[in-house]
């Protein structure tokens, strides 16, 4: 029945409304018979170009809204995991807690040492730290301090063979415990996923 009302819709007619042009090709691609209808229906394929490219953009707005919005929350869970595992960790050593981040562990593989440390611990100038894992291996870095105040420090070179060698994956919860003059010794919990 329905594929009688198709087949008498006359698509030459240039009077049909936007709306009865719209119904009509929804129908015919409904039932296969849409093949070439948007030139016949005066629907200019520029325009059609845009709504896609729109649609796309629409797409990527919701994702990367969705996105940002996982990652404030990412955030938020790290700060807090951080916070009770320093809480639970007694230990006679100073130490710091990092959850890694993607920076800490690809990209530009550098680690930020916490400020209160290393004003409290470490020179006014570029020096190397030893790392130690639970194993007793061990690995140098350089600790290099930002240029202006000297106060903020950050693990780099070396640092990435540390995170590749002892296979230190986002989320995972290290802790840094000072034990000895610029020797640490490195705690890893991996994230449960």
């Not at 995991?81 to 990209?107: D, L």
């Not at 802790?175 to 020797?183: A, C, D, G, N, P």
């Amino acid at each position: 029945m329905c594929r009688n009302k198709v087949d008498k819709v006359d698509l030459s007619n240039k009077k049909l409304s936007k709306i009865g042009q719209g119904a009509a090709l929804s129908i015919l691609k409904k039932y296969g018979r849409a093949s070439n209808t948007s030139k016949k229906m005066g629907i200019c394929p520029k325009s059609k170009a845009v709504h896609k490219k729109l649609a796309l953009r629409r797409k990527h707005r919701v994702e990367k809204d969705q996105s940002s919005q996982a990652n404030a929350g990412v955030r938020k869970l790290c700060a807090l995991n951080e916070q009770r595992v320093a809480e639970a960790f007694g230990s006679p050593f100073p130490n710091f807690v990092k959850v890694m981040k993607n920076f800490n562990i690809s990209g530009s593989y550098t680690l930020k040492i916490p400020n209160w440390f290393s004003v409290a611990h470490l020179p006014g100038c570029k020096t190397e730290v030893t790392l130690r894992n639970s194993r007793g291996e061990c690995w140098t870095v350089n600790s290099v301090p930002d240029a202006k105040l000297r106060k903020n420090y950050t693990f780099c070179g070396g640092w990435n063979t540390f995170v590749r060698d002892n296979d230190i994956n986002i989320g995972d919860t290290c802790i840094f415990e000072l034990v000895s003059h610029y020797v640490m010794q490195v705690h890893k919990w991996e994230c449960e996923t």
